[in-house]
């Protein structure tokens, strides 16, 4: 099967960096998304990766390697409204455009 | 740019009942997805539509569900007869279905429960 795997839960203080990772199996990858869902919020788009390396949006960071079959997203500076789930998603070529979702990371930040 | 829009927002219904839920994707998007998330789990795909005609539906309970996109615009999901299991939140999303960062936009959602 296509399983996407990431931790269920991570917990941090504000300001401090917090990384959350994500395997997935190899085979048909197209691509690689991160989205944020805050409780009873619909998800909203972080990030894209489809070639290794390192993108980069403000506080928030996506890496990808492909032939490992990993990703983490990076949040630094976390401030209290980032707690939420984190949800990574992968685009495999047998599934055209649609994606198959982890089942979410939740990150509780504490003061 | 409006998001994309869901309704109802919340449903409750019991067990045997039919339930439809609506969705409006963003102007412009050719691709529209309905995604079931039941609590503590991710979005998981029931149905995707490429204008007005189906792409994949291999995950669509089709003896009790069904959907579709007249016009290539607004779609509709229907549950009948609802099951306890179909208690979950109905995600719409819709993307642009072109390009190699085809991005994914959510709608709020419908929750559904079951009783």
């Known amino acids: 099967g296509q399983n996407i795997d990431q931790p269920t839960e991570m917990t941090a203080t504000e300001g401090a960096i917090v990384q959350i990772n994500c395997t997935y199996q190899t085979s048909g990858f197209n691509g690689l998304f991160w989205y944020q869902q805050h409780a009873g919020e619909a998800p909203t788009f972080l990030s894209y990766?489809?070639?290794?390396g390192l993108e980069e949006k403000g506080r928030f960071s996506s890496f990808l390697s492909r032939s490992k079959g990993y990703s983490y997203l990076l949040l630094k500076e976390l401030q209290m409204k980032d707690s939420a789930s984190y949800l990574c998603?992968?685009?495999?070529?047998?599934?055209?455009?649609?994606?198959?979702f982890g089942k979410g990371t939740t990150l509780s930040v504490s003061s | 740019e409006a998001g994309v829009a869901q309704s109802p927002r919340y449903k409750i219904i019991e067990k045997r009942q039919s339930v439809a839920f609506w969705c409006n994707p963003i102007s412009g998007h050719a691709t529209l997805y309905w995604y079931q998330q039941i609590l503590g789990q991710g979005p998981k795909l029931l149905i995707q539509f490429q204008n007005n005609g189906v792409v994949d539906d291999s995950q669509l309970p089709k003896d009790r569900f069904s959907a579709e996109r007249l016009k290539g615009v607004d779609s509709t999901l229907k549950i009948q007869p609802a099951k306890l299991e179909d208690s979950a939140v109905y995600l719409c999303?819709?993307?642009?279905?072109?390009?190699?960062?085809?991005?994914?936009?959510f709608g709020p959602g419908t929750r559904l429960t079951v009783l």
């Open positions: 999303a819709s993307s642009l279905g072109q390009g190699e960062a085809d991005t994914q936009y």
């Open positions: 990766n489809v070639l290794d």
């Open positions: 998603a992968v685009r495999f070529n047998q599934a055209g455009t649609a994606l198959i």
